[in-house]
């Protein structure tokens, strides 16, 4: 059964504080998303990545956010130094675009990121 | 810029009656559209997908939605709400030309309750 795993699925941590999200797509998907979820903002997407290359990170805080695919299996999502601001829920998707075909993205659990 | 609208932010339905979650968008050519559905704690599964071709789509769990370019809509329906249906659905698209990336952008969500 094929699916997006993130870890981890919880996290607490003191302002200040590095934070590693980590993700493995489905395996031969070559697109993979970070997207942010709050209450006040919705879905947001922060990056993504198409063939372990970044697409766009436009949505991401370059001063703190970083987001890497070190190979096909892993992408990250790091922030560094962490603010109580980024509490909120890290999804990762995949998805295999072929051309322009566009199939849908499948989403992880996400990892659910209190700031104190 | 595309957005995508959902004007009903929360829906109370009975058990076995039917339902109808409205999504619009605005984007100047027609785009992929999407459902999604996210139960409590949990990542987003998808219902449904429009590319293209018949107007009337069928999904998961016995949900279908209907396309209506003059309308710029992307209903979502079911005919009869089980308890399990209750969960937050989330309408989304993306650009559909060449070399898009799947770039997904959602609507708000409409949380729905199902009372028995």
């Known amino acids: 059964d094929a699916r997006v795993t993130q870890t981890p699925r919880h996290k607490v941590t003191e302002m200040g504080q590095e934070v590693t999200m980590r993700c493995q797509p489905i395996?031969?998907?070559?697109?993979v998303f970070w997207y942010r979820q709050t209450m006040m903002q919705g879905l947001e997407l922060l990056a993504y990545?198409?063939?372990?290359?970044?697409?766009?990170d436009s949505g991401m805080p370059k001063d703190r956010f970083s987001a890497e695919m070190p190979d096909a299996t892993l992408a990250t999502l790091k922030i560094q130094p962490s603010e109580p601001r980024d509490s909120a829920v890290y999804f990762c998707?995949?998805?295999?675009?072929?051309?322009?075909?566009?199939?849908?993205?499948?989403f992880g659990p996400g990892t659910r990121l209190t700031v104190l | 810029a595309q957005s995508v609208t959902q004007p009903d932010i929360h829906i109370t339905v009975s058990e076995g009656a039917s339902l109808e979650l409205r999504c619009n968008y605005s984007?100047?050519?027609?785009?992929?559209l999407f459902w999604y559905v996210q139960s409590p704690g949990q990542g987003l599964q998808l219902l449904l997908k429009?590319?293209?071709?018949?107007?009337l789509v069928q999904g998961i769990k016995g949900f279908e939605a209907e396309f209506k370019r003059s309308q710029s809509s992307f209903n979502l329906r079911k005919p009869s709400v089980h308890w399990s249906d209750a969960a937050e659905y989330f309408c989304?698209?993306?650009?559909?030309?060449?070399?898009?990336?799947?770039?997904?952008?959602f609507g708000t969500g409409t949380r729905l309750q199902v009372t028995l």
């Open positions: 990545f198409r063939n372990r290359a970044p697409l766009d």
């Open positions: 429009y590319f293209s071709g018949d107007t």
């Open positions: 395996l031969g998907h070559n697109t």
């Open positions: 989304a698209v993306v650009p559909a030309r060449a070399g898009t990336a799947s770039k997904l952008t």
């Open positions: 984007y100047g050519a027609t785009p992929y």
């Open positions: 998707a995949s998805g295999l675009v072929l051309g322009q075909q566009n199939n849908e993205q499948f």
